[in-house]
Structure formats: C-alpha cells, structure tokens
C-alpha cells in the first residue's frame, strides 16, 4: 500500500502503519476510526486538474492516484461513480435562488452512493485475498456490498434490520447474499456482524470501522468539482446518518484543497431526520460524544441511535463552518415529492432528505439566496415504493368511457 502514508485516529490523533492496525484505534476502540493519510507531496505532481482531463475513464477510478488500492481488479468492472450533476432550474424558481445543482448518485449499478465505498471494499478484500466479505447495514451498504461482491465473485454475509425496505432485501437476495434478517434495530444488527467478523474472519466492509471505505465516498467530492470546472460551490447538503457519507465528501474537499486543485472550501450542511439526530444534538450542545435514543423515521438509511462516523461528521461540519439541521419525516415526504416533480430525479427519502433541509435553511436566511448550492441525492427512490406511495395522492380509476375521462381531466 505504497499510496498511503499513515491511518490516524479520529479521536486521540495517533498514527498507524497500514500494516498494523487493519480497522479501529487499538487505543479509543471503535469510537476511533481512522483516517487515511497519503503521501500527499509526492502526489502534488501526479493528481493535477491536467493529469485529470486525460485519458481517464469516467468512473471513481479515475481517482486511483489517491486511493487505498494499487488496482481496479480485473473482475471488478461495474461503472461506479461519475454520476450526473443537474443545474435544477425549476427547484432555483421554486425556491427564489439562483444556483442549485443536485448529484444523482442514485445512477449508481446498485442506486445508491455506497456503491462509491463497496467498490473500495471489495477491491480491498481482493487484495487481502478474503473470502468472505460481510457488512451491517439499514439496507444500501448492503445491497450494494452484495451487487460488487457478485460482479467479483466473492461470497457475502449481512446482516439487515428484518423492517427493511423490501426492495433493498429484493436486492440482496437477487444477487445471492447469504441474508442475515436481524429482529432488531440497525445498531444491533452492527453488533452482531462485528461479533461475527471477529468470530469467523471475514472482512468487514462497515465504514463504522473499516477506515478504507470512506476513501471511495470521498470521490463524490472529486466528481462534483470537474464537472463544476474547479468552481467551488458554497454549500454541500448531504443527509446524515452514520456520517460515514458527509465525512467522506468533506476528506475530498480537504484533500483537493491540499494538493492545490482548488483554492476554497464548501460549508458542508448535514440533514438528519428528526427522529433520528443524534449528530444534530452534539453539534448543538458542542458535544463529542453521542447519547442514543431509539430512532423513529420513516427514512430507513439513515434511522441511526448511535452514528458509527459522528466524530468525522461532526468534524466536517465545524471545520467547514457548517451547519446541520433536523427535518420531519412528512417534510422529508414532501421532499421526495417535490424533487421529482422539479428535476425528474426520483430518491429515496434519505436520498431526498438533503433538499428538505435546503428549503429550511433558505427560510432561516442560512443559506443565502445568491450561493451555490449541490444537493446529493444519495440513493434511488425506488428502494422504497412504499414512502413513494404515501408521498402522493391516490390515482383515479375509470371506466374505460370517454365521458368519464372528461369529468376528471382538470
Ligand atoms: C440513501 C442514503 N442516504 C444517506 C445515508 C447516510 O449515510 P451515512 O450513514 O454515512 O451518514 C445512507 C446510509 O446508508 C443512505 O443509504
Ligand atoms: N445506513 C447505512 C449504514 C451503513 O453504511 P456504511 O456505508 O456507512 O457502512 C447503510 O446500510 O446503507
């Protein structure tokens, strides 16, 4: 791993050798993710804006350079990232702003942003030669995990919430997970597959953890500036979870800036769903740590009591002079409908969370009308017909007549 100069604790700050510590400070425990650190004066000459416009194909290994593999594995050829960034017109009219732009990492081969990190996991599991591969997850680390692990032909264990979506469990079945449904919340089912990682040896691809995961999440950053043309945006909004997702995009942005490709930095917004805003409360009371309380939010991806990435996320929202800001789950609903009905991009409502908290943070002068902002919409709204269902109004039935049409055309 020649790339990667040290891992560093989130918490006590100390250095490890890659070779030493494979996932969590051995000082602070699971609380102390690590960071990836590279070499970053010897990459000043080789990931340049110009290096970058050539001869890259347009995917997250475009990045190589600056991640934690030596290779993108031969088998390992679905197209992940480089997804598309919309100007969305109609939501800048609706809203009274001038410069929206959302990211749709729902067009990802699984629909959703963790494809970013399960492309890294995997590779990583490659080269460690693991033959199993597991992951907790509220539904998208998952199916995720399970559709490159397929494409590599590598076998998976995971453990979902038994509440989860039915798409996400459709997903994970189809691609032949061995399909561990806990009768219990999102943190349990987490414990559980830590326990059983240890126990059995598998590789485990939880970014709550696993310090190379984040390294493909960070390349949303990456993306969102080439096809700005290196224009720096003033707000990145993002749903919070784990934080696991803002913490990657924000070590993008850090390490753009450290390598001279771009001269300022974002605010970065996190959203959380009120049900289920554990970050939310630590940020607020300037806290670093995190008391859970039993999550209850219709937004399943990001229902979290304890978030396994909190001090990451909590560091890149005060380091960016950011904010973070709660949404109630019928605006999250509204939300979902909205954003569809204004750009044609459909997400799931954790997916969809982040343009809630727009709307808020545009009421209460947060973010100004003139800033540039970029939604990213982390994941496909179809993972979840049910919100989608009872976002919108029922349809009306009719008799194949055309008079009855003619009573309900508006
Ligand atoms: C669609 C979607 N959005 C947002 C998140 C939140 O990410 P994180 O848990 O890293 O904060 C997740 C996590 O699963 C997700 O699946
Ligand atoms: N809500 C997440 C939780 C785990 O994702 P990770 O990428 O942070 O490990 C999900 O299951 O999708």
């Not at 609380?31 to 804006?49: A, H, S």
């Not at 017909?385 to 009872?390: D, G």
Request: proline share 4%.
């Amino acid at each position: 791993m020649a790339k990667v100069k040290y891992l560093q604790c989130v918490k006590c700050g100390k250095t490890y050798s890659p070779h030493e510590v494979m996932y969590y400070c051995p000082i602070c425990g699971i609380e102390g993710t690590l960071y990836v650190i590279y070499e970053y004066e010897k990459l000043k000459d080789k990931f340049t804006r110009q290096a970058l416009g050539k001869n890259r194909e347009y995917s997250l290994w475009r990045y190589l350079d600056i991640l934690p593999v030596e290779n993108r594995p031969e088998s390992l050829n679905l197209q992940v990232g480089w997804t598309p960034l919309y100007r969305a017109v109609q939501i800048q009219k609706e809203l009274g702003v001038d410069c929206v732009y959302v990211k749709d990492d729902g067009r990802n081969p699984t629909a959703s942003f963790k494809d970013r990190a399960s492309a890294i996991g995997v590779a990583k599991a490659i080269e460690l030669k693991s033959k199993v591969i597991c992951a907790a997850s509220t539904g998208n680390a998952a199916s995720s995990l399970s559709g490159f692990a397929a494409c590599a032909g590598i076998s998976t264990y995971i453990f979902v919430p038994a509440s989860a979506p039915e798409a996400k469990i459709a997903q994970l079945l189809i691609y032949g997970s061995n399909v561990v449904l806990v009768d219990g919340t999102y943190d349990e089912a987490f414990e559980l597959c830590l326990k059983a990682s240890e126990k059995f040896g598998w590789y485990n691809r939880s970014c709550a953890i696993n310090p190379y995961l984040l390294e493909g999440k960070k390349t949303v950053s990456f993306e969102i500036m080439e096809q700005l043309n290196w224009e720096v945006p003033d707000w990145i909004v993002m749903s919070i979870g784990d934080g696991c997702c803002i913490s990657g995009a924000w070590k993008g942005f850090k390490e753009m800036y450290e390598l001279g490709l771009i001269d300022r930095m974002p605010k970065m917004l996190g959203v959380q769903a009120s049900g289920s805003n554990p970050v939310n409360r630590a940020f607020r009371e300037g806290k670093n740590y995190f008391e859970y309380e039993k999550p209850d939010t219709l937004a399943d991806s990001i229902s979290v009591g304890i978030p396994r990435n909190g001090l990451k996320a909590l560091r890149a929202l005060r380091e960016s002079y950011g904010d973070v800001v709660d949404v109630e789950d019928y605006e999250i609903l509204e939300a979902m409908k909205l954003m569809a009905r204004l750009t044609g991009v459909f997400g799931e409502p954790a997916g969809v969370t982040c343009f809630a908290g727009l709307r808020k943070m545009i009421k209460k002068n947060r973010i100004k009308r003139d800033e540039k902002v970029v939604l990213i919409v982390t994941g496909n709204g179809l993972k979840d017909i049910k919100s989608a269902i009872s976002a919108v109004e029922k349809p009306i039935a009719i008799k194949p007549d055309i008079n009855e049409l003619k009573k309900i055309i508006k």
